[in-house]
Structure formats: C-alpha cells, structure tokens
C-alpha cells in the first residue's frame, strides 16, 4: 500500500477494540487535508517522516474490527479502508470531514456508493498469449511488486515473484512465439518495461514519462510496440516502437479526458483502437488506422456505459473489437464490433462482481480468455469463450 500524495506521515498507531482500526497510518498534505489507511497488516515506516506519493508506507491486511464492512468478506480478507478528509487540523488524527467510501459517522458521507467511479478504480490485469496453448497472465501483488503465472495447456503454474514497486496492474502483449514485454507504473509514475526472450526476463527498463494510471499496450508486428496511457494531465498518452523496444518515439498527447487506464487492441498493421474511460464515467474510443487519429469527439466514439474501472481490449481477426468493462455496481460487461468499429454491440452479458479491471487476451481467432480479480474471495478468475459459447467463471486461487 502507497501513499496517496506526499506529506507527513504524523500518526502511526495500533486501535484494538470491536470498532478498532487496527494498524492505520494518517498522512497530513497541507491545507487542511489529510488521508487515512486503516487495517493494516504492518507498517513499513516510522512514527512522523515525510512521505512522497507512490512511496511504500504500509501492507493491506485485516487488523482491528470495522464495524462496517463494506463486503461479506472484508474482516477476514486483507484490505484496505481508505478515507479522505477535508478541513483537518494539524496533529490531530481524527478532525476534519470525510469524504469516505464507507458510511461513517459523524458525516455519513458514502460517495463510492452513490458516485463509484469517481472514488474507485480496480487496477488492471496483464494477460498476453503467444500461442493456441498459452496464456500469461501478469497482477500487481498484495505487496507491491509484480506476479506472473503461465498455463501450458494442461496446468497452471505457481506466482512466479518479480521484484518491483508498482502502482497499479501490469499490461502484457506477445509481439511473437515466446516473446513476452510487460509494462507498468512505477511507483515514481514513470513507465517501466520488461521482457521475455525466450529464456530470461529482462531487468526493468525506466522509460520515463509522467503516468496517472496503469498502461495498455498493443502489438500489430513482431517488432512493434504501441503503448497508451492516462498522463498526468488526465489526456490520453500514446508512444510506440517499430524495433521492439530499442528506442521509442516521442509521447503524443490524444486528447480527451479520462480518469482511468487505457484499453488497446489491433487487428493488424496500421489499425489502432484506444478505449478509455472518460471523465464522465462512460466508454470512448479513438481510433488510428494509419493516417491522423479520429479523435474523441468522432462519430461513433461514444460507446456509453457506466464504467468503475479502465477497459480491457482485444481483437481475434480482421475488424473484430471486443472489450470488456467492470462496470459501477462491479459486473463484467462485454461490448464488441464485427466491422471494424463502426457499430457496436452495446454492453451485454453482466455477470460476477470484481474489484479489479478486466482483463483480455485472444489465443486464435474466435477465442478468448478473460480474467478478473472477484469481490470475494478475491482470487483470481477466468472464462472463456470457445469460439460458440462462454464457459462459466471459473475460481483459478488466491490473488497473490
């Protein structure tokens, strides 16, 4: 767990009791503003430094005792209470208002549940596939760093640890046969990348820029990289390579406004789709097909929807878009194109409930893979579509 912005970490504490709040942590920014981090495993810094955001300040856990959950699940599963408070006063950990994800007193402000996705965002998950019997998929762990797991065809393997300080969820693509490039937020809102050669990974790679929110990226060859992100001023960010990484061009700012990571997805050369969530919480897109970019006010780039996290996207043939949205009361929703993206299904088939982002990935053509992090427990979770019909959720075990 990371702090949200810098400032003095002023009050490390442990509350027993049947409404204790456990390990918790309360960070002043100035002005009056302070954030809060409660039930916490441990704490991994002392009593009153000062903090830089993304830096790591302490571990989810389930210590003390809500004494409102937000989930069935939520005294015996690690978590995090997150609070936000306005108008506070220096020193004192428990002044000001609350502007809360859950129902507390003496405000009784819940606005993550009357405006969810202003106030949550499920990080993403990585899944890349480089052939018709392999899938990888990449998360953030409950400690901060990278975990990957791969299936074979017959059996998934263990979480394979990748040491690392991440803010938010991996993106992954397979640019060819046993090529893995992983991309992440660092937790200095650089972008870092990583990669498989068939043999080994790589060490982490700074590749700069200036990120609020996890990336996307996307491959049309076996060499070419696009990557998109939320940049700091909340447009849409797009870099890529065509030599696999060695050098890169510069960023290019898309426009729009959005308040989550990017999805991407391409059915070949010079053919682009960028899907965000905008600031008004529906799905945008904003398409390339090697010329100029359509932009976000194009016909057709509204797709609608309520979103509570960042798309996931992919495509299995020539023309064919599927992306796959949690929506705000936490379902996966599933909206796709057969032409190219100029219509659309609308979002159909809500199932399950996630706290994470969807994440996708196509092994063949009329296949697809879809994994999401459940609401509880919140393992990991997988289905299908087989080429004529979905196979059902399937629990793949616990979220490292």
Avoid at 367 to 393: E, I, Y
Wanted: charged share 15%; net charge negative; with cysteine.
């Amino acid at each position: 767990m990371v702090a949200a912005l810098g400032g003095n970490a002023f009050y490390t504490n442990f509350q027993p009791g049947p409404n204790g709040a456990g390990n918790y942590i309360v960070i002043d920014h100035g002005s009056g503003r302070f954030t809060r981090y409660l039930h916490l495993l441990s704490i991994a810094i002392s009593y009153g430094p000062i903090v830089s955001a993304g830096q790591l300040v302490g571990y989810e856990g389930n210590t003390g005792s809500p004494w409102l959950c937000p989930g069935p699940d939520c005294n015996s599963t690690p978590h995090l209470h997150f609070e936000t408070k306005i108008n506070a006063v220096s020193g004192d950990p428990s002044s000001g208002t609350a502007i809360n994800p859950y129902y507390e007193y003496p405000d009784y402000n819940d606005l993550w549940t009357t405006n969810p996705p202003s106030y949550q965002e499920g990080e993403s998950v990585g899944v890349a596939s480089w052939a018709s019997n392999r899938l990888d998929v990449f998360v953030r762990g409950n400690n901060g760093a990278m975990y990957h797991r791969w299936w074979d065809g017959s059996a998934w393997s263990g979480w394979e640890y990748h040491p690392g300080c991440l803010r938010g969820g991996p993106a992954a693509v397979s640019r060819m046969t046993n090529r893995i490039d992983v991309f992440v937020r660092g937790c200095g809102d650089h972008l870092h990348k990583k990669s498989w050669s068939g043999s080994s990974w790589s060490d982490w790679q700074d590749l700069g820029g200036c990120l609020r929110s996890e990336p996307a990226v996307t491959s049309w060859g076996s060499t070419r990289l696009d990557v998109f992100v939320r940049g700091c001023y909340d447009a849409l960010n797009w870099m890529y390579s065509d030599n696999s990484g060695s050098s890169w061009s510069s960023w290019q700012d898309l426009g729009g406004c959005v308040n989550a990571a990017p999805g991407a997805a391409t059915w070949g050369g010079n053919h682009l789709a960028a899907f965000v969530r905008g600031c008004s919480n529906g799905l945008h897109r904003n398409y390339w097909f090697g010329g100029a970019w359509s932009g976000f006010n194009a016909p057709g780039s509204s797709l609608s929807g309520c979103l509570g996290s960042g798309p996931g996207a992919d495509s299995w043939g020539v023309n064919r878009l599927d992306v796959f949205i949690r929506g705000c009361a936490d379902a996966a929703w599933h909206n796709y194109s057969s032409d190219g993206g100029v219509n659309f299904s609308g979002f159909i088939e809500p199932e399950g409930c996630f706290t994470s982002g969807i994440g996708v990935t196509s092994r063949l053509s009329n296949l697809l893979d879809v994994f999401g992090r459940g609401c509880g427990p919140r393992n990991l979770w997988q289905k299908s579509w087989n080429g004529s019909s979905w196979t059902a959720w399937t629990d793949s075990g616990p979220w490292p």
